[in-house]
T-cell receptor, first 113, second 113 residues
Framework: AQSVTQLGSHVSVSEGALVLLRCNYS??????LFWYVQYPNQGLQLLLK??????LVKGINGFEAEFKKSETSFHLTKPSAHMSDAAEYFC???????????FGQGTRLTINP | EPEVTQTPSHQVTQMGQEVILRCVPI?????FYWYRQILGQKVEFLVS????????KSEIFDDQFSVERPDGSNFTLKIRSTKLEDSAMYFC???????????FGPGTRLTVL
């Protein structure tokens, strides 16, 4: 069965520092890949997604992610963290032929002033 | 911008009672989903619904659960006889096409006492 692993349940960075949230998936066939963000008391909001084509995907709020098939990874980055980036981030995959999303356990991002 | 809405935001119930969680998907969407997140755990897929029938379900979605689209706008999840372990945040999602981005509601926190 498809699984998603997010390294680090909690990541803390300083304002202005690089944000790197890690995501690895298990699949011999590349799935569709997603990053969602959840702000307090809100639903899951799509940050970005990879389906086909260019492996570097740009999303909202300055985030981007790179699909690396050889590493089965889809890490999320942002060059300079902002206080408003503090939230829970979820990596998810949609296995080919399926409708459901399979989520990682989430990473809580804290931004230090 | 259209959004998925869910009511109530928080539901408290006694073990053994029936609960109905309500969702209003985005109006022109055709596919509907329920996910849940037990505190501290991953977001898990429960069921997907298309053309007035279940199209995919997980092993979590047993006979205690049912879904319905009673009136063309609401999408409901019913739990017939709640258990303590049903306590979780329940998210509704919808999308226009099978491969399209799923848009999530803010969730309903269900607490079973």
């Amino acid at each position: 069965a498809q699984s998603v692993t997010q390294l680090g349940s909690h990541v803390s960075v300083s304002e202005g520092a690089l944000v790197l949230l890690r995501c690895n998936y298990s699949s011999s066939v590349p799935p569709y890949l997603f990053w969602y963000v959840q702000y307090p008391n809100q639903g899951l909001q799509l940050l970005l997604k990879y389906t086909t084509g260019a492996t570097l995907v740009k999303g909202i709020n300055g985030f981007e992610a790179e699909f690396k098939k050889s590493e089965t990874s889809f890490h999320l980055t942002k060059p300079s963290a902002h206080m408003s980036d503090a939230a829970e981030y979820f990596c998810a995959v949609r296995p080919q032929g399926a409708q459901k999303l399979v989520f990682g356990q989430g990473t809580r991002l804290t931004i230090n002033p | 911008e259209p959004e998925v809405t869910q009511t109530p935001s928080h539901q408290v119930t006694q073990m053994g009672q029936e609960v109905i969680l309500r969702c209003v998907p985005i109006s022109n969407h055709l596919y509907f989903y329920w996910y849940r997140q037990i505190l501290g755990q991953k977001v898990e897929f429960l069921v997907s619904f298309y053309n007035n029938e279940i199209s995919e379900k997980s092993e979590i979605f047993d006979d205690q659960f049912s879904v319905e689209r009673p009136d063309g706008s609401n999408f409901t999840l019913k739990i017939r006889s709640t258990k303590l372990e049903d306590s979780a945040m329940y998210f509704c999602a919808s999308n226009l096409g099978q491969g399209d981005t799923q848009y999530f509601g803010p969730g309903t926190r269900l607490t079973v006492l």
